[in-house]
């Protein structure tokens, strides 16, 4: 049975670890991730962080980022199509990609990236945990639960919760009225827990109006 897993990796040797030393606060969080050379993956990303002059100029000297571009205004909160480069000393997504894993979710936020990987069986997870030990990059493993219960449309009144207050502040409107730190004081609890409740409400909410 297919599994699903949620889990944190963090490395110096990644992409864009560079720009993430000298723009700490920078929060990604990745639409799709694709690659003709898999050694030098893209994503397209939007971007959340105070200054996005000095995260682009961060990136225009990172050795890791091959090239990228902003298709949106720019602002606390852009998106934006990102190449690694071969000088990249460690890439995760050929190791999915050989693993025959499926990632669901990308993001990095509080000097991590946070997973969400669609795995064949739990062998498959534990051979990329230990690729990650084999090349330095720390490992934190959330949680795992078969594949079968993301299939349902409904939402969860954690998920409503969250929902609501981000209406409410304004977290919807361009630009933002609220951040997500703002929604994470409100509701007690952290970012990465609004962040991980607003992504399966808006999956629970697309599975609903477009099946």
Known sequence: MSLIAEFSIAS????????FDEIPNVEL??????????????????????????????????ETVADFHRFSEPGDHAYYRIAASSETDVTVYPTWIALGAEQLGERYVDGEWHVELRCPDHETLRAFREWCRDNDIAFDLQTVYPSEPRMG??????????LRVAL????????????????????????????????????????????
Do not use: Y
Request: one cysteine or more; a negative charge.
């Open 12 to 19: 110096s040797k990644l992409m864009l670890s560079p720009t």
């Open 29 to 62: 969080e990745v639409v799709n991730e694709v690659a003709i050379d898999h050694q030098c993956p893209v994503i397209f990303t939007w971007a959340t962080c105070d200054d996005a002059e000095a995260f682009e100029s961060a990136m225009a000297d990172d």
């Open 168 to 211: 409410a502040r304004g977290f919807f409107e361009i630009p933002r009225a609220a951040s997500m730190a703002e929604l994470a004081e409100e509701l007690n609890i952290s970012k990465q827990a609004v962040s991980e409740r607003l992504r399966r409400a808006h999956e629970a909410l697309a599975r609903k109006h477009l099946s």
């Open 153 to 162: 449309t409904t939402l969860s009144d954690e998920q409503r919760e969250v």
